[in-house]
């Protein structure tokens, strides 16, 4: 990306960006969500994406960062950050609000642990989308880091997808 | 210690949840906690009611953080001290916050005993 008097050097992903990724979100389950999670090779079972947490990332790193799980996982994982304030059956808004942060954080924290990124990489405002019948499309080139990890034994899918 | 109040801005309600959690978790005392959705929020609310502490996020609709610090700085007398908790760990962030006058700055993910460590001090001196 240029503009006259503005040149942006993107950074593309590297290969110990999974391992980053995996810490990133390992540290914000424990910090926030008092539980931690274990990584996942690979789920048994597709993961769910009945809920889906999105962060935008701009400047030298293009792209989105998404948290994928079920509505179930969902409703646990904001019922763990608000022991006292969340009805057992889960208030969706509230619901959607944890996810939103927590993709969020993790976005934050990967971006801190990855030196170049620190300065010049902002995020957007998080986007939650319920529902998981749909697909994404880019339409750029793009190159996908995405990692799993085990919450209370159900699959949760983060992907970071970077423009090329 | 005299207990305090607390204004916590952030557009998460959860977040503000959290924040309030983590304060009482670092054995502050807190007497009420007051919230605000975003920085326009945040100074009708300290037209109206005094605190003792301010803790704000950055990255928020309507007015961000920096430009509430930035505000609220200008517009009061009052040395009311104002930690940034927020994901935005630049450098050139947190000299912008500092900067505009908050006084430090807690990066998302936090522990309570982080926010001991940065907020107790300033309330320390208040009291």
């Known amino acids: 990306m240029s503009r006259a008097g503005l040149e942006i050097k993107k950074v593309q992903p590297a290969t110990a960006w999974a391992s980053v990724l995996q810490i990133a979100v390992t540290e914000v389950f424990e910090m926030m969500v008092g539980t931690r999670v274990l990584p996942l090779e690979q789920s048994e079972v597709p993961v769910s ?75 957007s405002v998080p986007t939650v989308i319920s529902g998981g019948d749909y697909r994404t499309h880019t339409l750029v080139d793009s190159e996908t880091v995405e990692i799993q990890v085990r919450f209370e034994g159900s699959p949760i899918s983060v992907a970071l997808d970077v423009q090329s | 210690m005299k207990k305090i109040n607390v204004l916590i801005v952030d557009d998460s309600s959860v977040m503000r949840k959290i924040v309030e959690r983590s304060l009482r978790q670092a054995n502050l005392e807190i007497a009420e906690v007051l919230e605000a959705g975003n920085g326009a929020e945040a100074l009708a609310v300290l037209k109206a009611r005094p605190v003792d502490l301010i803790l704000s996020d950055i990255n928020m609709p ?34 912008e916050a500092l900067g505009c006058g908050a006084r430090a700055y807690i990066r998302k993910p936090f522990t309570p005993d982080q926010i001991r460590e940065r907020v107790a001090p300033l309330v320390e001196v208040m009291t």
């Open chain 1, 49 to 123: 994406s009945e809920v889906t947490a999105m962060v935008g990332l701009a400047g030298k790193l293009c792209g989105a960062l998404s948290l994928r799980c079920s509505a179930h996982t969902a409703v646990q994982i904001a019922g763990r950050m608000m022991p006292d304030a969340l009805p057992d059956n889960g208030n969706p808004s509230q619901v959607f609000d944890a996810m939103g942060e927590i993709c969020n954080m993790v976005a934050g924290n990967f971006k801190a642990k990855i030196a170049c990124l620190a300065e010049g990489c902002l995020l």
């Open chain 2, 62 to 95: 309507v007015m961000d953080g920096i430009e509430f610090v930035r505000q609220f700085s200008g517009q009061s007398t009052q040395k009311i001290p104002i930690v940034m908790v927020t994901t935005e760990g630049s450098e050139s962030r947190v000299v």
